[in-house]
């Protein structure tokens, strides 16, 4: 092991996240997404017509699939006695998520506002830095060549719009 995975605090001190409670948190999450599955599906349409069946037909029953196991998965996840003391990660193990994490969801959030390519570059190179520890050159290099590489093969080769930025609007794309 490595030093950075070692735990070095007295047995019976751990402080951390639960086992038991990310079990929980993952069933949660789980209803919630079926159940926003479930809606969006609804919304699409999830009946049959004379025509067929609506494009909401499938993916709502699998949402609702979805959020009755995560239900389930919780439902036991609570009659479970007694609790089990088992530790997910330790606090370094959660900085070692949110470093994966935060820029993740802030990626995400930048896709609609500045657009995919404006948003992958520093995204990119943020891993590269960050994570791998290569040196600066070499992760701009690595992360323009993705970006413009990923432009050319959507916008040009295939003609299919990813969200657009300023500068594609810039230069008319």
Do not use: N
Not at 93 to 109: E, M, N
């Amino acid at each position: 092991m490595t030093d950075e995975l070692k735990d070095e605090r007295p047995a019976g001190t751990a402080s951390g996240i639960g086992r038991s409670r990310v079990d929980q948190l993952v069933a949660i999450g789980f209803v919630l997404l079926g159940l926003a599955v479930a809606w969006s599906s609804y919304k699409l349409g999830c009946g049959w017509t004379e025509e067929g069946m609506q494009s909401g037909y499938f993916p709502f029953r699998v949402g609702l699939l979805m959020a009755i196991v995560g239900l389930g998965l919780f439902w036991r996840l609570a009659l479970r006695r007694p609790k089990d003391t088992e530790q997910f990660t330790d606090i370094s193990g959660v900085k070692r998520i949110a470093k994966v994490l935060i820029p993740t969801i802030i990626y995400v959030s930048l896709i609609k506002v500045i657009g995919i390519y404006e948003s992958s570059l520093p995204f990119i190179l943020y891993f590269i830095l960050v994570i791998g520890k290569q040196p600066i050159r070499k992760a701009l290099l690595i992360s323009v060549i993705s970006v413009v590489s990923v432009f050319v093969l959507f916008e040009i080769v295939f003609s299919i719009p990813l969200p657009k930025g300023y500068i594609e609007h810039l230069m008319g794309y």
